[in-house]
């Protein structure tokens, strides 16, 4: 019998009607088909990258532009005071300068700079109360309508409770002078501390390192000195650590004071002062790093040169070392800041309660050498560029978010009644060449140009979250 031979059935599947495929074949088409689908994705969402990255760009330059479009000032000289011709024989007059009327309380043109209270920065007035504006030189409310002490001051930005304090002189005193030849003076009271989550609201956390009343032996005797109070934060033990200048009526003891803290909003702990590395030390700032390490920048040897030491990792005393820099330019109220591994510090001159020019300068090493780069203002008039804004530097806060962006934090000082002295917060940014060469070499720094702009009023960007 002859039997019918077995057919294979063949491997073969139906792709399209009328034809075959094999099997491998078919894989490789999906897995070609994933790669195109995987390259598309990747083209695309790289596409959509560089599209974001291209409008925040844009959006940042946009920024920047919006600050550094500065105001000019045309500030007319009132016409000069008459004298008695038993005075104008005596002595000829010399012409009045701007400066000179911003000195004299009686100034005709004083509202120019000390404008009315009733123009005050005021959060809990509702017309202005969504307005975030900063007025440079106004009258700047708390959160309970009360003025805002904290001259001389620094922020620290808590990352515990994502809330920014500000600390500063509390100056709500009489001003006097102390004997014939001295400075003007407010009695120590102690250092105010204000809280804000968007740096124009403030909210009053009261004194939280207060003066001693009674024991004149104390260094924080209501008849000492007390100034430039900032905190920084230790990683490591969870304090709060305070440095500020400590002084006696005179300026003799010119050392620095430490308090500590569990708590941004105090009570403080006064623990000691002293001469820092066996110096004078006046005039003086708190420097944190990103490695952890703070460093004490002081004005010393009669505010001639300026020294910086790292702290001890507890940030509770110094260590042997120092550095010496800007010797010979008598500079003072430093204020440091870092942006893209360089150093930058803007400083002011020594000429009392009177303002003065200020210079930014700058280091790859903030404890290697230091070149001065000139002026940082721009816009007002001239006056203004070669007053620092009639102000003095005290402290430069970065904005998070903001590459490149800072608040520049001044004091108006008022000698006339210190607890008038007024803030100025202006834009600073750092881009750009730098327009003076360098002072102790030939050509131009590599860093970039540190700009502070006027503005008789700003706002932060929309960009900026806080």
């Known amino acids: 019998m002859r039997m019918k031979k077995k057919m294979k059935k063949p491997s073969t599947l139906h792709c399209n009607a009328g034809s075959r495929c094999s099997i491998p074949m078919l894989l490789w088409g999906i897995v070609g088909l994933i790669l195109l689908l995987l390259m598309y994705s990747l083209k695309s969402g790289h596409d959509a990258e560089s599209k974001d990255k291209g ?15 500065v105001e000019e000032e045309n500030i007319q000289m009132p016409p000069p005071r008459k004298r008695s011709p038993r005075a104008a024989k005596r002595k000829p007059r010399r012409p009045t300068t701007l400066i000179d009327e911003f000195l004299d309380d009686s100034s005709l043109i004083r509202p120019v700079f000390f404008p009315s209270a009733k123009l005050a920065i005021d959060p809990i007035n509702v017309e202005s109360n969504n307005s975030l504006y900063y007025y440079p030189g106004r009258v700047w409310l708390d959160t309970e309508g009360n003025r805002i002490h904290a001259h001389g001051g620094g922020i620290l930005y808590d990352v515990k409770s994502s809330t920014y304090y500000w600390y500063g002189e509390y100056k709500d005193g009489p001003t006097y002078h102390a004997h014939k030849r001295g400075s003007a003076r407010v009695d120590v009271i102690g250092v105010g501390c204000y809280s804000s989550k968007d740096l124009w609201t403030w909210k009053n956390e009261g004194i939280v390192l207060a003066a001693e009343e009674k024991n004149e032996t104390h260094d924080l005797h209501k008849f000492n000195v007390l100034e430039r109070p900032k905190v920084i934060y230790n990683d490591k033990t969870g304090k709060y650590v305070m440095w500020m200048h400590i002084d006696d009526a005179n300026y003799t003891k010119a050392s620095v004071g430490v308090a500590v803290s569990d708590f941004p909003t105090g ?18 700032a708190i420097f944190k790093d990103e490695d952890g390490v703070a460093y004490l920048i002081y004005s010393s040897e009669d505010n001639s040169e300026i020294h910086i030491g790292p702290l001890t990792s507890d940030y509770l005393d110094v260590t042997p ?30 000429t009392g309660w009177a303002p003065n020019e200020a210079l930014v300068h700058a280091s790859d090493s903030i404890m290697g050498t230091w070149e001065t780069m000139g002026n940082p203002c721009i816009g007002g008039n001239s006056v203004f560029h070669l007053t620092t804004f009639f102000a003095q530097s005290t402290f430069v806060l970065p904005l998070p978010g903001l590459p490149g962006c800072f608040i520049f934090m001044a004091d108006r000082w008022c000698p006339a009644d210190l607890r008038d002295s007024r803030y100025v917060w202006l834009p600073l940014t750092v881009g750009g060449a730098a327009d003076q060469p360098l002072e102790f070499s030939f050509g131009f720094p590599l860093w970039s140009r540190v700009s502070i702009f006027w503005h008789r009023r700003w706002r932060l960007p929309s960009l900026w979250k806080g």
């Open 55 to 69: 409008a925040l760009h844009l959006s940042h330059r946009a920024v920047l532009h919006e600050l550094e479009v």
């Open 321 to 350: 070392i120092m550095k010496r820099i800007l010797v010979g330019l008598h500079r003072e109220a430093p204020a440091l800041f870092k942006h893209q591994g360089t150093y930058y510090m803007i400083t002011s001159g020594c």
């Open 267 to 284: 009570p403080f702990e006064y623990l000691y002062s002293k001469r820092p590395h066996d110096c004078e030390s006046r005039d003086m």
